[in-house]
Structure formats: C-alpha cells, structure tokens
T-cell receptor
Framework: NAGVTQTPKFRILKIGQSMTLQCAQD?????MYWYRQDPGMGLKLIYY???????DKGEVPNGYNVSRSTTEDFPLRLELAAPSQTSVYFC?????????????FGSGTRLTVV | AQSVTQLGSHVSVSEGALVLLRCNYS??????LFWYVQYPNQGLQLLLK??????LVKGINGFEAEFKKSETSFHLTKPSAHMSDAAEYFC??????????????FGKGTHLIIQP
C-alpha cells in the first residue's frame, strides 16, 4: 500500500546513546516532516524538507539532525539521547507545502529514553 | 505566525448525542484549516479541510466543520455520536495559498469520549 513507512515502531534507548528513526514514502512527495507528539501538547515540528538535499529546522530541532539524500527517505537522527526526547515521533509527507491536499502520516515510532 | 487553540482537552458525550469540538485559530494571512483524527496507537488521518472554497466542509464519518472568519473559528460537529468516534482530534492551520513550506501548526488535541 502506498504511504509513509516508519521504523522501528518501538525503541528503548539509554541516555547518551544515538539512533536513527527511518521514514520512507512512495508517493513521490517533495515535502516531508518530522513531528514529535507529547501528551497534552499536540504535535511539534522538529525538521522539514522541501525536496532532496534541502532541509530546515522546525520549532523544536535541538538534539536532532536530518538528511534528505533521496525524495523517498527522510531519516531523523538522535545524538546523545536524553530523557526529554522520550516521545512519539511521526513522519509525514505532502504534495504541497501548505498541506492543502492533506498530509500522509506514518504510524509513528514510540521512543523511551532511560 | 499562526496558532491554534482547542477548547477542552477532554470532551465526553453520550452515544447518539451531538458532538462539538471547538477550534479557534489566529493567522496573519487567509488560512487553510484542517481536522485530523488519531485512533489509539495510530498515525493521524485527515478528517476534513477548508481551503477557501465553501465555508461548510463535510468530511468522513459524518463529521463537518464550518469556517467562520468573523469568529476565527473552525468547530467540528457530528449530529449523532457513535462509539467508534472515540479518538483524539486535532485542529491544524497552515498559511494557505500564500504560505511557505514549514508545515501545519497543530492544536493540543481534544480527546473525545463516548459514553454508552
């Protein structure tokens, strides 16, 4: 099925470890986004990309890095994991930057840092 | 910059009753407005959207929302609640046709509880 695929679904990290959250879409969307979701706080934008080779910071980028070497993939890198990064992470993609046609979301990665 | 306020982090209604979830926005330009639904342990799914056409927008599962510019509101309604409507609902805004690429701004969400 076409859509956004995120891996892994769950992960437990120790403080100071690093990991990469994978995100891939097969809809040829130029725009891709990483959000984190915390209880009662809605979704906060971490990073976004308007196409291969182009990325920019969102509202809460500290502690994260991204790359966009292909249209399909938009991995999120956590360096030196901290308990404050315990969250559910969602990747999304869209055809336009305004999201007028709606975003397609992945099913999320639930990350716990202990 | 745009922002979204959802009134009520939890809303409880009886099965068959009217559902009303409130959303107010602020935007310096004509906005696009959205409602997304999130079922447990799933990603977000688009429910409906306003993109400057008709102000009354109909979505999936019997939901609808009305864009009221004078009240800067985009409330979500459904005439008769069903048990399967229990979920988290998010209102979101973007800067419309003149906006940039930096995505949607989401409200904090409203958890809809359906009482049998």
């Amino acid at each position: 099925n076409a859509g956004v695929t995120q891996t892994p679904k769950f992960r437990i990290l120790k403080i100071g470890q690093s990991m990469t959250l994978q995100c891939a879409q097969d809809m040829n969307h130029n725009y891709m986004y990483w959000y984190r979701q915390d209880p009662g706080m809605g979704l906060k934008l971490i990073y976004y990309s308007v196409g291969a080779g182009i990325t920019d910071k969102g509202e809460v980028p500290n502690g994260y890095n991204v790359s966009r070497s292909t249209t399909e993939d938009f991995p999120l890198r956590l360096e030196l994991a901290a308990p404050s990064q315990t969250s559910v992470y969602f990747c999304a993609s869209s055809h336009t930057g305004t999201g007028a046609e709606g975003y397609t979301f992945g099913s999320g990665t639930r990350l716990t840092v202990v | 910059a745009q922002s979204v306020t959802q009134l009520g982090s939890h809303v409880s209604v009886s099965e068959g009753a009217l559902v009303l979830l409130r959303c107010n926005y602020s935007s310096s330009v004509p906005p696009y407005l959205f409602w997304y639904v999130q079922y447990p342990n799933q990603g977000l799914q688009l429910l409906l959207k306003y993109t400057s056409a008709a102000t009354l927008v109909k979505g999936i599962n019997g939901f609808e929302a009305e864009f009221k510019k004078s009240e800067t509101s985009f409330h979500l309604t459904k005439p008769s609640a069903h048990m399967s409507d229990a979920a988290e609902y998010f209102c979101a805004v973007s800067e419309g046709s003149g906006g940039g690429a930096d995505g949607l701004t989401f409200g904090k969400g409203t958890h809809l509880i359906i009482q049998p």
